[in-house]
């Protein structure tokens, strides 16, 4: 490896690591780390068993909020041209991780730092021609991966430019709330349906990767105002949407916002994001149905439509080592 690839490997991880700080994960340990391999034969290659350790980019935890235990994450940032993107690459990529995790999981210098289990891993894949990334050929090559099954299951999720730039919209959009007058920024986990009623909604200060891969990302905050000199909080219920918006679309949200009770606040916020432009007669007037319903209803709820910053590279912030 040439010393500039060297230099953008790290920088990548710099920046992935920054990401997901901001996203309110905790990060363990250092960076770029190695642990032993508990498996050489099977972690080798051909008819060799494995030498080296398994290098670990990046670590981090987060709390399950419906588990209600702590999620661990081997993270693995990946930086590569367009044309060093492939299914055969990317295939790489996941047996690395799949092999780090079955050895992280059994790892005794994990357990040290008290990450006692792992079967999460998040491969973060950074075109750095991003005029040339395809999301639609990437998700091509994803479809022809392969994980191995195993009795204890793996989970590895792929972000591409594609997902990485949406991450850093809403980190941009919940930096300029809290700067003007919002405070108390907290991703909204809904009741788990699916629990028989043992799952009640939460408020937590990080964002899970099943959010994070979602359509909707829904959150929660406190807003200050000022009339005439005397100061109120007002309840602000978030919803960072990335699905197509057609009127159907914005139509299903709404019917599942009720159903959340999601409407208990006295601001409803969206935020849209990419290339909406088409689309706004679908909102506006999805914005005046919810209006006049509520309205009708004697709902004091007001509706706010917000538009995110679209990112065309990653933001210079994260590539700041932190003092």
């Not at 935020?271 to 999805?286: A, C, D, L, T």
């Amino acid at each position: 490896m040439s010393e500039e690839q060297q230099y953008q490997g790290d920088r990548w991880t710099t920046q992935s690591r920054s990401i997901l700080e901001s996203l309110g994960w905790l990060q363990k340990g250092d960076s770029n780390f190695d642990i032993q391999c508990k498996n050489k034969t099977k972690h080798g290659t051909g008819k060799s068993s494995r030498i080296h350790p398994h290098g670990v980019d990046l670590l981090f935890q987060y709390k399950d909020p419906y588990a209600k235990e702590d999620k661990n994450i081997i993270v693995e940032s990946k930086h590569r041209k367009w044309g060093g993107i492939s299914t055969s690459s990317i295939q790489s990529f996941v047996t690395q991780v799949f092999d780090t995790i079955e050895c992280a999981n059994i790892s005794q210098e994990l357990s040290e730092i008290q990450c006692i289990g792992v079967n999460t891993g998040l491969i973060m894949i950074w075109c750095n021609e991003p005029e040339k990334f395809n999301n639609e050929t990437f998700n091509g090559y994803l479809k022809e991966i392969n994980i191995r099954t195993k009795r204890n299951p793996i989970t590895i999720y792929i972000a591409s430019n594609y997902h990485i730039l949406r991450w850093c919209s809403v980190i941009d959009a919940k930096d300029k709330l809290l700067a003007a007058n919002e405070r108390d920024f907290k991703i909204y986990y809904p009741a788990d349906n699916f629990s028989g009623g043992r799952s009640t909604a939460v408020r937590e200060d990080h964002a899970t990767l099943p959010v994070l891969f979602s359509k909707y990302i829904f959150a929660k905050s406190t807003r200050t105002v000022e009339s005439y000199g005397d100061f109120r909080s007002l309840n602000v219920n978030h919803v960072f949407y990335f699905a197509e918006p057609t009127y159907d679309e914005l139509l299903f949200l709404y019917s599942c916002l009720s159903q959340i009770q999601f409407e208990d606040a006295h601001i409803l916020s969206f935020f849209f994001y990419g290339n909406v432009s088409k689309y706004r007669v679908y909102i506006e007037e999805f914005r005046r149905k919810i209006e006049h319903n509520l309205k009708k209803n004697g709902s004091a709820l007001k509706v706010e439509i917000n538009y995110m910053v679209v990112f065309s590279d990653v933001p210079e912030i994260y590539a700041q080592e932190k003092e």
